[in-house]
Structure formats: structure tokens, C-alpha cells
């Protein structure tokens, strides 16, 4: 089972918390033990799991992609967001959560973020439940 999910992103770069839309999924597929795999298909756009307990976390990490990766950078690529580019294939364009007892399997602080660096457009991710 697959299940497409829209969002509207609000700024050039933004992490929007997920999880409560991916657990909701699962929690709807009925799968007790398995694995939910999150999928982005953007090239300026990525998801991550980091800490979701404190905001400064994706402050801090936005910061940082910006003093490696600046917008206005020396780059060659001629539609300007090559930065966007280079942020999306840092943080990946998937990843796995354990499903166990119904739930997804995330450590206390962990939220599952998707990752704007393009924006604000209209996006969208998907999320596989595999059951096993």
C-alpha cells in the first residue's frame, strides 16, 4: 500500500514536520510490524529524521546548509538553484522507519522532516507500508 500526500510549502527553505501524516498512515494501514519508506520525488527537495523537540535543531541545520551551500553561490547552473539542489541530495530523497506494534519505531526526540530548499511550491511526498 502507497498513499500520495500534497503540502504547500510557505518559504524559500523549510523543514516541516511529517511524522504525525506518516503515523497517521500507518496507524491507518493496519500493518502491526513492517516498515514505512518516505519518498520524495523533487530535485530541490528532500526528507531527513533529526531531533523534533527543539526548533533551533532546524534552525541550526538550515543555517549551516546555507554557510556550506549559500544561495547566491559561484555556480554554473543558470535557473539559480543549484543550492537547492545540492542541499536535496545531501539530506536524500527517502528514508526508513520501522513499523513495530503498530507505530513507527522513532527515538524520543526524532521527528521526520520534509525539506524545502526551493520554494514555496506545491509538493508532494509518498509513503510505503510493507508489511513483514
Known amino acids: 500500500m502507497h498513499k500520495r500526500i500534497q503540502l504547500q510549502t510557505t518559504k524559500l527553505q523549510q523543514f516541516i514536520n511529517i511524522t504525525a501524516k506518516v503515523a497517521g498512515i500507518v496507524k ?13 520525488p523533487h530535485t530541490t527537495a528532500g526528507v531527513t529524521i533529526n ?24 555556480y ?19 528514508c526508513t522507519v520501522i513499523i513495530r506494534d503498530g507505530s513507527l519505531l522513532l527515538g524520543t526526540w526524532q521527528g521526520i522532516y520534509f525539506c524545502e530548499f526551493d520554494g514555496p511550491r506545491n509538493r508532494e511526498f509518498f509513503v510505503k507500508i510493507l508489511a513483514g
Not at 28 to 40: E, K, L
Not at 76 to 94: D, I, Q, R, V, Y
Request: charged share 20%; aromatic share 6%.
Open 28 to 40: 491507518n494501514s493496519n500493518v502491526r510490524d513492517g516498515i514505512a519508506v518516505i519518498y520524495v
Open 51 to 74: 531531533e523534533n523537540a527543539d526548533p533551533d535543531v532546524v534552525r541550526d541545520m538550515l543555517s549551516s546548509l546555507d554557510k556550506t551551500y549559500p544561495v547566491h553561490g559561484e
Open 76 to 94: 554554473f547552473h543558470l535557473e539559480g538553484n543549484s543550492h537547492a539542489h545540492l542541499k536535496a541530495s545531501l539530506m536524500g530523497s527517502s
